[in-house]
């Protein structure tokens, strides 16, 4: 899905997270800290990860309980891989957080994979099939811009107390 490339581009750090091409390498919970009040939290992806599904369900296990029982826990951005749109744990995770209540953010993610003209369509994909109220932050690590504009609504999330 890109979540390592994606703290890495928001921390604008290279190698600050180690990223890989197959998916499924970050298998522990990973913090980073930002500042005293705020932390990016690096959680198992397993969507798309080759293991076995004994370690899936332990992972979502996992995911779930940490989500569920972090009281400090405030938002949750909510990574889609933009080529292939929401999975059904992507669905499950996003019924989940709006059924606890936790604001989310969701990032379109890989948007330099696809040709420019389907960009807006696969966002757009991604919109309906979650049932969101705005158009998904589309993120490139090739793109300062993009990055900007994710860290323009995080900053709203700093300042809460």
């Not at 940490?66 to 995770?93: A, F, K």
């Not at 989940?96 to 420019?116: E, F, G, H, N």
Request: charged fraction near 30%.
């Amino acid at each position: 899905v890109g979540k390592s490339t994606l703290i890495n581009s928001l921390l604008n750090r290279k190698k600050l997270v180690k990223t890989s091409s197959t998916p499924g390498k970050t298998q522990l919970i990973n913090f980073f800290k930002i500042n005293d009040k705020f932390h990016f939290v690096d959680l198992p992806g397993y969507g798309f990860a080759k293991v076995p599904e004994t370690v899936r369900q332990q992972w979502q296990r996992l995911i779930e309980a940490y989500l569920q029982e972090r009281e400090s826990l405030r938002n949750v951005v909510l990574i889609i891989d933009s080529r292939h749109g929401p999975t059904s744990q992507d669905r499950q995770l996003k019924e989940w957080l709006d059924y606890y209540d936790r604001p989310v953010l969701i990032v379109a993610s890989k948007i330099d994979k696809l040709k420019r003209g389907q960009i807006q369509k696969h966002l757009k994909i991604i919109r309906q099939d979650l049932s969101l109220d705005t158009t998904p932050l589309a993120h490139s690590s090739l793109e300062k811009g993009r990055r900007d504009q994710i860290w323009k609504n995080l900053n709203p999330w700093l300042d809460e107390d």
